[in-house]
């Protein structure tokens, strides 16, 4: 039962977000992400997003190995999750606090976001689907689907504030991909051979 109700709790979170952004997406007076400077939006944002991770943890413990899930799955969900939380902290470090926050910054084109224009909110994605597959639990799983929606919706939304305060951004985001392509393969695979060519040198 007490799943259910984080289950719901955490719709609830995620539903608030996303008519935030629908009112962003559709309205030309209104913007609720990014909010810039608007402290108030800023803290609705953290408090709904906060809200539905301890949601989530607690759908993990409550819930966890109701699904039928093979066990080599169930590890190499625990080893994304390990990934995952690296990438979180990799591209946090990357975008630096202000920009995490929605806050006007600088344009950050280096580290992660060589190679996706997005590698918090794919972190994010990654990291609620293998949490999903790692606890064996489908309520997890509801909550990674629409976790997915609103990293999309997010990331979408945000775009055109991001070229309307960032000159560069526009050649930006024709170079790198929003969240994974070809050319975020190709630059990995060359920054590997970079590495290694470094290391035998």
């Known amino acids: 039962m007490l799943a259910y109700v984080s289950l ?5 979170c995620a539903t608030a977000l996303l ?8 309205r030309d007076d209104y913007r609720f992400w990014p909010p810039g400077a608007d402290e108030g939006k800023r803290r609705v944002y953290l408090s709904c997003s906060r809200g539905f991770a301890l949601c989530t943890l607690a759908v993990v413990a ?7 899930i093979p066990l080599w ?10 990934f995952a ?19 006007v910054g600088e344009l950050r084109t280096d580290g992660l976001y060589r190679y996706t224009r997005n590698p918090q909110n794919l972190g994010y994605i990654l990291l609620f689907w293998s949490s999903a597959v790692a ?7 509801i909550l990674a ?32 991909p929003r969240f994974i392509g070809i050319r975020t393969f190709h630059r990995v695979v060359d920054a590997i051979r970079s590495t290694r060519g470094d290391t035998d040198s």
Do not use: H, N
Request: proline letters at 1%; charged letters at 15%.
């Open 85 to 103: 939380v690296g990438l979180l902290a990799k591209s946090g470090f990357d975008l630096g606090e202000e920009e995490t926050a929605g806050r």
């Open 145 to 176: 689907g629409v976790l997915t929606i609103w990293m999309a919706a997010q990331s979408l939304i945000e775009e055109p504030w991001l070229r309307a305060q960032y000159d560069g951004y526009a050649e930006y985001a024709r170079t790198v």
């Open 135 to 141: 606890s064996a639990s489908l309520l997890v799983g």
């Open 62 to 68: 409550l819930d966890a190995g109701s699904a039928t």
């Open 19 to 26: 008519v935030g952004f629908a009112a962003t997406a559709f």
């Open 73 to 82: 799955s169930r590890a190499v969900g625990g080893v994304v999750v390990i």
């Open 8 to 12: 719901a709790t955490g719709l609830l």
